[in-house]
């Protein structure tokens, strides 16, 4: 799990990182930008999270293979943001709506995986995230199937901006230290 995880992050620092050094090569796109930021932050935030997994009493294979499959998902949703070549793009906008089906869809698996993962951690740790939780997650699901079907611009923006911001509220008012 932590090498499709550190895959993950290697994929979106080489991405950025080429970004820097050839700025005229390919055009950037800040939604772009912001979807990758936030992959490295869900990211750090998995890895942070999985830490609670020492508290199961009992680990079946299901489990393991169970995050396995999560992390391979995450390692996904790098690949879409950084291909190997965007040559057939004018940049990285034009390769980010054409590909946002995708994209969106992985993003939507990772709410689903999120979910089965909290509720395998047990009652007593999803209970402290309250009901913020439960409404997060169909309110994520939704936005994901909006971001499939358009190819609004501003809408791409608002999302990955909100999403990113929430995300980083989240962690701090949830996950500052590990009880």
Not at 54 to 60: F, K, M, R
Not at 142 to 159: D, E, K, P, T, W
Request: hydrophobic residues 55%; contains cysteine; charged residues 15%.
């Amino acid at each position: 799990m932590g090498m499709v995880v550190g895959l993950s992050v290697t994929r979106l620092l080489n991405g950025l990182v080429r970004i820097i050094q050839h700025p005229k090569q390919t055009r950037i796109y800040l939604v772009h930008i912001g979807w990758v930021l936030t992959l490295l932050l869900m990211l750090i935030h998995f890895w942070w999270w999985e830490l609670w997994l020492v508290e199961l009493s009992s680990w079946t294979f299901e489990i393991y293979l169970f995050l396995v499959i999560y992390a391979i998902v995450l390692f996904f949703l790098s690949a879409f943001l950084f291909p190997d070549s965007i040559n057939d793009y004018t940049g990285y906008e034009d390769f980010f709506i054409s590909r946002r089906k995708w994209f969106f869809s992985f993003f939507a698996l990772t709410i689903v995986f999120d979910l089965i993962d909290t509720l395998i951690k047990g009652p007593a740790h999803y209970a402290m995230f309250s009901i913020e939780y439960w409404f997060r997650i169909p309110v994520y699901l939704i936005l994901c199937g909006i971001a499939f079907v358009s190819v609004n611009r501003r809408f791409h923006m608002g999302f990955v901006t909100l999403g990113l911001l929430y995300e980083i509220s989240w962690i701090i008012r949830h996950f500052e230290t590990l009880q």
